[in-house]
């Protein structure tokens, strides 16, 4: 490998606005020119874009990732006493929205090898007071979407996928948010598909919890001022909305350029000999008929904290994807849960690292990134 010098930033968002800047401004100037900033047309060309490109009917402009989650929830009538199936393995947001609502997150341990839900754990979880299976598309890859719409099927739930880190991954042909009965995604900065602050979308091909999320999204008030429900203000904004729309057509070759650099840190961790069977590195499992969008690149790796460190010495990024399973966040310590109930996620919070993995990237830097890697496993640290 070459030898590089300089740093290689975990996400450099700068270099990816530079390249379309005037599109960029162009789509804000023509908000600022309309002065509608709440909703109006381009949310509605936004969703309708969105929907086409997840290949479902409906798409519903929301706040943020989480308040998707939240209003889809809502939407399918979630209260204190029902339960909710999801991973222990994912943002806060995931058990946050069902833990909003009164209602219980039930966790299921995730597939060590995927680090998405063990779709083959999911029936033994069901009892009388589950209402919704809550799959969680980590890192750019689909959880076992089949597994998940059978349990729901034999026991009359709900599926929502949180999609938050997936648009446009794909299961056996269909997109992320296609599957089950609605579809969460974020246009957090970070995202793949990221706006100028939060913002999200919901999708479903269902025309009565489309109407609904519509009416909750917006205070449950129709016609205005008049409110059958308790909704909330879950709108889009109009600003957010066409920086997302300016970004989309390039989503595609942005994705295009994440899985080239994912095949490269594969090429190149391989021939290292630090991702054989017996290495320090786990690189993440792609798995067939899917096609993974490389939201992160995680490895599993020994000595994490200890390689952290000295990637942040050599000004090299990365990022812990999570350093606590949900199960033990302080909040949900009510919920009588141990150390040892979900040991895969366990695991994964000690050993999991994120490498940059964003399109810009060049091959000169991600040689750059296994090459620090490596020594740091050539001279490790005591």
Not at 7 to 22: E, H, M, N, T, W
Not at 48 to 71: F, M, N, P, Q, R
Not at 269 to 280: D, I, R
Request: charged share 20%.
């Amino acid at each position: 490998m070459r030898k590089f010098k300089g740093s290689v930033p975990f996400l450099d968002l700068k270099v990816q606005y530079s390249a379309i800047r005037g599109e960029i401004q162009a789509a804000m100037q023509r908000v600022i020119e309309s002065q509608m900033f709440i909703l109006g047309p381009e949310v509605t060309a936004l969703e309708a874009e969105i929907a086409e490109y997840c290949k479902c009917t409906y798409g519903i402009g929301v706040s943020s990732g989480t308040d998707a989650l939240l209003v889809s929830l809502m939407a399918l009538g979630v209260q204190p006493g029902d339960e909710v199936i999801t991973t222990p393995y994912s943002f806060f947001a995931t058990a946050g929205s069902i833990a909003r609502l009164g209602a219980t997150p039930v966790f299921v341990d995730m597939d060590p090898a995927t680090l998405n839900i063990d779709a083959g754990k999911i029936d033994a979880a069901v009892t009388l007071r589950t209402k919704v299976i809550m799959p969680v598309h980590l890192f750019g890859q689909m959880a076992e979407m089949d597994e998940v719409m059978a349990v729901a099927n034999k026991h009359g739930l709900r599926v929502v996928e949180d999609a938050a880190q997936a648009i446009g991954a794909e299961y056996k042909g269909s997109r992320a948010g296609s599957i089950g009965d609605l579809g969460c995604f974020s246009f957090f900065p970070s995202k793949n598909l990221g706006a100028f602050g939060d913002g999200g979308m919901v999708t479903t091909n269902d025309s009565d919890l489309a109407d609904r999320v519509r009416l909750l999204r917006n205070h449950g008030g129709r016609p205005k001022y008049v409110h059958g429900v308790v909704g909330g203000n879950f709108r889009l904004d109009a600003i957010q909305a066409a920086v997302v729309r300016a970004k989309l057509p390039h989503l595609d070759g942005w994705t295009q350029a994440r899985q080239r650099n994912a095949a490269l840190y594969r090429r190149l961790f391989k021939e290292t000999g630090l991702a054989t069977g017996s290495g320090p590195i786990q690189l993440p499992t792609e798995l067939p008929e899917r096609r993974h969008i490389y939201n992160q690149f995680v490895v599993r790796c020994t000595q994490r904290d200890e390689l952290t460190k000295h990637l942040t010495a050599n000004q090299i990024g990365s990022e812990v994807y999570y350093p606590l399973s949900l199960h033990q966040q302080e909040c949900f310590q009510g919920l009588g849960l141990h150390e040892g109930d979900y040991p895969s996620s366990e695991q994964a919070a000690k050993d999991s690292l994120a490498l940059p993995i964003y399109p810009e990237l060049t091959p000169a830097m991600i040689e750059g990134v296994v090459s620090c890697v490596r020594n740091f496993y050539k001279n490790p640290v005591a």
